[in-house]
Each structure stands twice: as C-alpha cells, then as structure tokens.
C-alpha cells in the first residue's frame, strides 16, 4: 500500500493564500470563529494530520483484507479499527465543528470537511463511520425538536452513538417514492416502526454503544410516491433519561454485504420489527428533510473523489521515480542507470499531471464550498430561515458537480495510478487496486451520477432557476476575466474562460429550448452537461490559484517559489490537455435523442 501522506502544503497554500480562510472565519459570524486565526487553523490541520497518517492510514490495507465480520447477528469491524475509532473520539474530533451546547467545540463546518479529507485519504472505509454520523446530526440540527436535540446530539458528538442514513429498499434506491417501510402512530405520540433497509453504511458496528438510524418510513393512510414519507429517528437502544443506552429496540441486522471495495465499511441489511421511532420534521415532509442529509453527504462523498486521487497519484509519482523502463524519447536521462525512469516517459507524465490536476483542482473547489457551507450553517444556527435558502440554494448548485464530476474523476485518476504501475498495479501487494476498488462505490451511492446529473440540468438549471444558476455563476467568473484580463500570464487563461462562459450559458438555453418539444433530451444530455460543468467549474478553480501564484511569485508569499511555479504549469497542463475535453461533451450534448431512443428494447440484443 503506499503510504499516505497529508498534503498539508496544498492544503495550508489553499486556506491561507487561496481562499483566505482566517479572513473568511473572522467575518462569518459564527461566535469563536473570529478567533479562528492561522495559527490555530495550523494547529488543528497538524494534529488531524499526525491522526491520520498515524493511526488510521495503517488500517487501511488490513481493513480491507480482513472485511468486517457477520455473527450472531452482530457486525464487528477489522482489527484496530475499534482502537482508531476510541483515539478518534477521546481527541474530540467527532464534535469539532458542531455545537459547544452539545459538547463539541463550535468550530465552523469547514474544518470538518478538512478532517474528513484528510481521514478518508488515509482510509476511506474507516471515515465513513464518523463521516455518515456527522450527516446523522446536521439534520438533527435543522430538524429536530429542542427535546431530541437535547436528548441525541449529545452523545453523537461526543462520538459514543453513531448515526446513520437508513433509504435504501431492495425495491429502489433512487426512486425513494416506492419506498415501504411503515411507521404506526402510537398512542405516546410515538411510532412504531416495522419493513427492511439494504445496503446501510455503518448500519451495525461495534464501535460504538448505540446506533441512531434516521429512517425514511410511510405512516398507514399517506399520501402514494414521494409525498407520503416521513423521516423518523429510531435508535438501536433506547435512550434512557440521563443519556444512557436503554432497552433493545427491536433493531436488528440480518446480513452483511460482501462487497467489491470498502471493505472495512460494514454495509448492513437493517430489520425494524414494531422498532420505535420519533417523528423527525414534520408528517410526510420526509423527503424534504432528509435532502439536507443528503447534501451533506452528497459533498461529503465529493471529497472521496479527491481522496483517492490524492492517494493514488501519491503512490503513482514514487513509482514513476522509482521504476526504470527505456529511454526518453528525447535521449537518455539517466546515463549512469540501465534505463530512465518512468517519470521522464511523456505518456507516464500525463497520467501524474492529470492526477495532480484533478486532486488539487479537486480540493480547490470543495473548499470554495465549504465557505458557503460555513454561512448556511450559521443561518441555521441563528433560525434564520431565509439566508439558510440563500446559500443552501448557492450550495445545491456546486453539489451535483462536486458529486458526480469528482468522484468520476475520482475512479478515473484512481485507475490513472494503477496504470502507471503497469502489471504490478494489478498485484493486490502494492495497494494500487485497492484504490481503485475503493474508488468504484462513489459514482453510485449517494445518488448516482445519472442522478446527480439530472438533479444538476434538470432541478438546479432548468426547471428551479431557468438558467439563471448558471448565468450567475458565469458572471462571477467574467468578473474575475475582467480583473485579470491584463496578466500577460494567466491572458490565456481569461480567454478560455471568458469563451467558455458564453458557451455554457448557450448550451443551457439550447438544451432548455429543445427540452420544450423534446423531454428525453434532459435525460439524454445530463450527464454530458455535469461533466461539461465540472471541467468549466475546475478550469474556473486553476484560473484563481494561476492567479495566486503569480502574485505570490511578483511578491513572495507562505511558499517557496517552486511551488509557485508547479501550480502555473499544472494549470497549464490542465488547460491544454484536460479541458478540451469540455468540447467534446458540448457536441455530445446538443444531439438529438432520435440517435439514443431509436432502437426498440427487443433489438438491443439478438442473442
Ligand atoms: C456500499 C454501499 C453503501 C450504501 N450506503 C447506503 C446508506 O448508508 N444508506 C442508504 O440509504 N443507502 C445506501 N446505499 C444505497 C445507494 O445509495 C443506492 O444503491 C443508490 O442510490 C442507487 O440506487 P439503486 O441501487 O436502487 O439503483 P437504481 O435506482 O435501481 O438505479 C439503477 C440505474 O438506473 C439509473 N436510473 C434510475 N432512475 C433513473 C432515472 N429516473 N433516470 C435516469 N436514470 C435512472 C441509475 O442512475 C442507475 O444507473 C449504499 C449502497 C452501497 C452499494
């Protein structure tokens, strides 16, 4: 496996150069976050990071070779994780960014999502036990009521209970509408809840004395599809008045999933028999609720695609150090060797500088939506309702991308990594295939990228804003052409982008004019458009840090100036090799369906 080291230059250069992260704490509003300065920001990121390299990141191979155990209906996870997960929880960090009424230490959201790249870079089966917890109490936060905020948060935080995400049926994952959990009112104001849950992460562990599911479940007499579903908290036991773990709740798992990657991440089979649960937000309002759960987790799933890209490429560069294969084109590199390195090969520098694209570009646009995370989080906490839609609205339109682009960007760079170790990257000894394997799950749960596509072109452009989402980003982004439009430097930049700008726009209104006589287009032509604007968004992304880097190079900054220089030229590669790409899903987009809806079902086969 290679070892997995914290990209802490890229991720201080980020927070401190890019993205003014101090200054972005100081004006947030957010009590104590004025207080948040480099210095303590430093502090945290370090400590995260001696965490993570330290503890979590050497369960990461055993993790997956042994795979979580299924006995006498309890689930038991790979050696040393229950000892990681204990360090985990006594340094506090499950509470880092949540209430210090609930026992955490009111940081702002985005220092979780630091801490959650940097744990599931290390290991991404072990963070998604504190990762899928964390989605558990920020819609605890939103929805519940004083009484069961008083009475679940506390141990959530603290991280001695564990949350969960309970949709999935074996009858639909994505059209939750069919979904046949039911919940009978009882005469306590409570429910009782009975039906079967698949594939639910962390749905049974030991690592934790309780497990609270947020389950979607249908109460007799609702309304049919969608309309009808509320959204209950049902703990494994029930709690008793002081916060300790009560009776069983008839909660109870009858399989474990075996499954391609994340192997160490229990995905349970859950039962509720006659399970009490407690109506979380109001009746049939379930769906609704639960899609702030799924933001969260929608970003949190994102940065999986960062932190295989990450993982891989940083395994694939020593390699490609390391491994001598013929000659560079351009004449011997290494005379004194047998052969030359692989780095020195152009085919092997192109996978290396996509990798090192896609993660840094990656992690440039998942923390430019973690600032808005940070506001919509303190509206929450101020009860106000109409800046929490603001910038809900303004984070729902990055989510899809982040989603559905990063982490299929993700699985790609993932198996980027492998190739670059050639047969060997086949051998489960190097660790390289475990990544890709890991990698796989995150184009499909939490929506697939289908889904997140049609969510992004269909909702989000089309149907909510009318185009108007993408005109406003767009606009941002003229705005930064017009600032920059005079840098000899990053000129070539501006241009691209200021085409592309007008592109976009035009692709959405053609897309929108032809949806009005044909509707299978939307369908037909969103996953291109997710791409298409993920490669727009990430050139957007290069462009800023381009513009970082040459005014720290004029001025001196944090970094030395080869750091500098790499950021220009890795934006130089992206520019050149990566974003073309962008055109292709542009042609793709605007065919017609006749080409995707011709062929009648019986013809697609003649076997
Ligand atoms: C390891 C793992 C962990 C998971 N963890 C959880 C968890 O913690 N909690 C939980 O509730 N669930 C969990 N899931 C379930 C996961 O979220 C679903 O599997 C996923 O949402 C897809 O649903 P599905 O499998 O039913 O696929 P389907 O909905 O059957 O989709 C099949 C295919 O059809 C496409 N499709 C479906 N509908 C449409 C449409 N209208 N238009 C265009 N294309 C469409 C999809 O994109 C997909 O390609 C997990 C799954 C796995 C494998």
New binding site residues.
């Given amino acids: 496996m290679p070892e997995f080291k914290v990209p802490l230059r890229d991720i201080k250069f980020l927070l401190h150069e890019a993205l003014d992260f101090p200054g972005h704490y100081k004006t947030l509003g957010l009590p104590g976050a004025d207080a948040v300065d480099r210095e303590t920001i430093d502090t945290i990121l370090d400590e995260m990071a001696k965490l993570a390299e330290n503890v979590v990141a050497p369960l990461n191979r055993s993790g997956d070779e042994e795979g979580c155990h299924f006995k006498d209906g309890k689930v038991t996870t790979p050696k040393g994780f229950k000892e990681a997960y204990d360090q985990f929880v006594a340094g506090g960090w499950q509470g880092l960014s949540h209430p210090e009424e609930y026992g955490g230490q009111g940081m702002p959201m985005s220092m979780g999502l630091f801490k959650q790249e940097m744990l599931g870079g290390a290991n991404w089966s072990f963070a ?1 036990y504190p990762g ?1 917890s964390i989605g558990a109490m920020n819609t605890l936060m939103l929805h519940a009521t004083d009484e069961q905020k008083k009475t679940y948060l506390p141990p959530l935080t603290e991280g001695r209970w564990m949350g ?5 049926e074996a ?5 939750l509408g069919q979904m046949a959990t039911s919940a009978v009112p009882q005469p306590d104001g409570s429910y009782k809840l009975t039906g079967s ?7 049974d562990n030991d690592l934790t004395e309780n497990i609270v599911h947020i389950a ?1 479940a249908r109460v007799p007499g609702a309304p049919k599809g969608t309309k009808g579903i509320s959204l209950f908290i049902v703990p494994k036991y029930l709690p008793t008045e002081d916060l300790q773990v009560g009776a069983f709740n008839n909660v109870a798992c009858s399989a474990l ?1 075996h ?1 391609m ?2 192997r160490g ?1 229990a ?1 349970c089979t859950i039962e509720f028999e006659g399970s009490t649960g407690f109506l979380l937000g109001p009746l049939n309002k379930g769906l609704e609720c639960m899609f702030t759960f799924m933001n969260t ?1 929608r970003v949190g799933t994102a940065i999986q695609g960062v932190c295989h890209t990450e993982h891989s490429y940083q395994g694939a560069l020593a390699y490609a150090k390391e491994r001598r294969s013929m000659r560079a084109l351009s004449g011997k590199k290494e005379p004194d060797q047998v052969a030359d390195a692989l780095i020195y090969h152009a085919d092997v520098r192109r996978m290396l500088l996509t990798q090192k694209a896609i993660a840094e570009g990656g992690r440039y646009m998942l923390y430019s939506a973690a600032k808005l995370a940070d506001k919509m989080t303190v509206c929450v906490l101020n009860k106000d309702e109409k800046g929490r839609e603001h910038w809900d609205d303004k984070l729902g339109f990055f989510t899809p991308v982040l989603k559905g682009f990063l982490t299929e960007m993700g699985l790609e760079c993932s198996n980027l990594g492998m190739q670059v170790f050639g047969g060997h990257g086949y051998i489960r000894e190097h660790g390289m295939e475990q990544i890709v394997r890991d990698a796989r ?1 995150a184009t ?8 997140q596509a ?1 969510d992004l072109l269909g909702r989000k452009v089309l149907l909510i804003t009318k185009g108007a989402a993408v005109r406003e980003f767009t606009a941002e982004i003229l705005k930064f052409c017009a600032r920059n439009a005079r840098n000899a430097r990053l000129r070539p930049y501006v241009w691209e982008l200021s085409k592309l700008s007008a592109q976009w726009n035009y692709l959405s209104t053609r897309v929108m004019l032809t949806a009005a006589k044909d509707r299978d287009i939307v ?1 037909a032509a ?1 996953v291109d458009f997710l791409h298409y604007s993920g490669w727009v968004m990430m050139a957007y992304a290069w462009a800023q840090m381009a513009a970082v880097a040459v005014e720290k190079l004029e001025k001196g900054g944090l970094e030395s100036p080869e750091f500098y220089e790499a950021k220009l030229q890795t934006a130089d590669f992206y520019y050149a090799k990566l974003l073309p790409r962008a055109q292709a899903h542009a042609t793709s987009m605007l065919a017609p369906t006749k080409s995707v809806m011709q062929m009648k079902n019986d013809h697609f086969s003649f076997l």
């Fill in positions: 998604m899928l969960t995400m309970c949709l999935t009858q639909c994952g994505t059209d849950k698949i594939f639910i992460s962390s749905g979607l999933e499954k990657g994340i991440s995905t987790a799950i499909l749960y939490e929506g697939t990228t289908g889904i049609l369908s969103a």
